[in-house]
Structures are given as C-alpha cells and as structure tokens.
T-cell receptor, first 113, second 115 residues
Framework: NAGVTQTPKFRVLKTGQSMTLLCAQD?????MYWYRQDPGMGLRLIHY???????AKGEVPDGYNVSRLKKQNFLLGLESAAPSQTSVYFC????????????FGPGTRLTVL | SQQGEEDPQALSIQEGENATMNCSYK?????LQWYRQNSGRGLVHLIL?????REKHSGRLRVTLDTSKKSSSLLITASRAADTASYFC???????????????FGKGTKLSVKP
C-alpha cells in the first residue's frame, strides 16, 4: 500500500495564479483532511471530508476550495494564490472516527511570490 | 483557542538520555495523541491515550495523562540520534467549542539527540 500520497511535492506560484493539490489514499478511509503548517504555528485544519461527496470548513478555510468526488481522492484548490498561502500543506486520512489515528502524506511545499 | 501547548519548544540531549515533553490543553478531551515529524516529512502517529487512561507504553515511549491538570507528558527513554524530530500532541475535544470533532494540534517540541 502506498498509504497517503500528495502531488506535487513542490510548487512555486505567482500571486493571482491558481493551482490544485491532489491527495490520494489507498486505505479505503472515509475521512480526509487538509492542513497547513507554518513555522511556529503547528498544523491548522483547512477543510475536511467525512465521506465521498462531502466537504466541510476547518479552522482556516478562506482562500481555499476542496472537492471529494471519489472516496480515495481529496483535492485542495487555490483560485487566486496570495503570499500568505506560502506554506507546507499536508493531507491526512483515517478510517471512521474523526479522531482516530490519522495517516499523513509527505506534504507539498508551496511558495507564492 | 483550544490548541495544545507543548513544552519545551526545543530540547537538546545526548544519546542515551531520557527526553520528556509536555502538553497542556484548556478544555476537556476524549483522547490525546502524540505524533512525530521528521524534518521535511509528514507526521507519524506514535500513541493515543484516552481520557479514562492515566498511562500508556509503547516500546521506549511512555505517555501519561492527568485530566485534572489538563496535561500530558511524553517520555522517550534511552534516546537515539534517530529520535531527532519534532513531536506534536493533538487533542480530541469532541464537538466542544467549534472543533467539530477534529483534532487540535499543538505547535510541537523540537527534539535534538546528539550522538
């Protein structure tokens, strides 16, 4: 099993550009999450999904959109990137309970110039 | 904010020594989890302790939970250079206070184990 994978690993954007981050899991997990990690800030939840076709806002959802069209994939979109969105983005998933052990992807390092 | 606070922010020890990290939180929890993050990598789950448990062991890891003090500690015994990483606590507050049942992560303790 690959576990949780993220694409791409690195990306540099200019202000105003858009992009989509892809998260895929092969563990048949119901719950999926997108976090951002900034120096000294820990992980903050952006959006999450409790199942295929559902999404919900987390702590810091502004400027991001998500979609979960297939159970194994969770997409994070930035429609108009801003320098404040420079961060490392992590995807995670778990089985059923929202606070069961979470399995994390390797992260995407995004820089917005 | 319900965010857990780890203490210390950074810890540097010699191989073979024990490392103790603490986590404090503000509101009642269902469970508390500890994760490790190696530099440039994703988080890896270490251990979960439920609110009705006081102590849990896993290999060289020992976690304690004191719900009356709203705090937890992670002890790594006989540390190795490979234990060098950041360690995060994450708390489950159920649906209290807007967390919507999701985990709240602390800011982490950066552990450096010197050979």
């Amino acid at each position: 099993n690959a576990g949780v994978t993220q694409t791409p690993k690195f990306r540099v954007l200019k202000t105003g550009q858009s992009m989509t981050l892809l998260c895929a899991q092969d563990m048949n997990h119901e719950y999926m999450y997108w976090y951002r990690q900034d120096p000294g800030m820990g992980l903050r939840l952006i959006h999450y999904s409790v199942g295929e076709g559902t999404t919900a806002k987390g702590e810091v959802p502004d400027g991001y959109n998500v979609s979960r069209l297939k159970k194994q994939n969770f997409l994070l979109g930035l429609e108009s990137a801003a320098p404040s969105q420079t961060s490392v983005y992590f995807c995670a998933s778990n089985r059923v309970l929202s606070t069961d052990t979470q399995y994390f992807g390797p992260g995407t390092r995004l820089t917005v110039l | 904010s319900q965010q857990g606070e780890e203490d210390p922010q950074a810890l540097s020890i010699q191989e073979g020594e024990n490392a103790t990290m603490n986590c404090s939180y503000k509101t009642s929890i269902n469970n508390l989890q500890w994760y490790r993050q190696n530099s440039g990598r994703g988080l890896v789950h270490l251990i979960l302790i439920r609110s009705n448990e006081r102590e849990k062991h896993s290999g060289r890891l020992r976690v304690t939970l004191d719900t009356s003090k709203k705090s937890s500690s992670l002890l790594i015994t006989a540390s190795r250079a490979a234990d060098t990483a950041s360690y995060f606590c994450a708390t489950d507050h159920g649906n209290y206070g807007g967390s919507q049942g999701n985990l709240i992560f602390g800011k982490g303790t950066k552990l450096s184990v010197k050979p």
